[in-house]
T-cell receptor, first 114, second 112 residues
């Protein structure tokens, strides 16, 4: 059974650019959530999608957005990149809504902003 | 605001020894998760604890949850080098309103 797949794995951008990250959940999972991991702030919740609807969002500026498609695949977008956006972005899927289900994480997309 | 505190944050121990990692959280919750992360890798789910008094064991690792004390422990028995990793606990405040709140992680090094 394939796990959570994230693309791209590594990318380098410059300040002011935008980036789109993709996540394909485990087959049959309808909940996808995103987390940002940095050495200073640790793991922080970005948002969660279930059945194409954003259920909740963490404390991040509006430059961070996402969406989920009918096949449960999800994308997140960061516009007007800042140096502080350099991080490992992790996607997780669950068979149930976040509050109940176990999360399965992908390998992450490591973003470097120069 | 939910706070999740792990201690210790760094731990170096020898193979064969026992040790416990503690996870304290600041709000009522009966959903707690433990994850393992190897360097450069993603998070691997270890345990899901969904009620007061829950205890789960897998190999040399055992996790427990005391919701009244707002405390979870991850106990390592007779540590082996392969258990070297960073261990995170995470709490769901309920309803998924804010996703999971993670502790800062315990960086565990087990020396032969």
């Amino acid at each position: 059974k394939a796990g959570v797949t994230q693309t791209p794995r590594y990318l380098i951008k410059t300040r002011g650019q935008q980036v789109t990250l993709s996540c394909s959940p485990i087959s049959g999972h309808r909940s996808v959530s995103w987390y940002q991991q940095t050495p200073g702030q640790g793991l922080q919740f970005l948002f969660e999608y279930f059945s194409e609807t954003q259920r909740n969002k963490g404390n991040f500026p509006g430059r961070f957005s996402g969406r989920q498609f009918s096949n449960s695949r999800s994308e997140m977008n960061v516009s007007t990149l800042e140096l502080g956006d350099s991080a490992l972005y992790l996607c997780a899927s669950s068979s149930m809504i976040l509050s109940v289900g176990e999360l399965f994480f992908g390998e992450g997309s490591r973003l470097t902003v120069l | 605001e939910l706070k999740v505190e792990q201690n210790p944050l760094f731990l170096s121990m020898q193979e064969g020894k026992n040790y416990t990692i503690y996870c304290n959280y600041s709000t009522t919750s009966d959903r707690l998760y433990w994850y393992r992360q190897d360097p450069g890798k993603s998070l691997e789910s270890l345990f899901v604890l969904l009620s007061n008094g829950a205890v789960k064991q897998e190999g040399r690792l055992m996790a427990s949850l005391d919701t009244k004390a707002r405390l979870s422990t991850l106990h390592i028995t007779a540590a082996v080098h392969d258990l070297s990793a960073t261990y995170f606990c995470a709490v769901d405040e309920g309803g998924g309103a804010d996703g999971l709140t993670f502790g800062k992680g315990t960086h565990l090094i087990i020396q032969p």
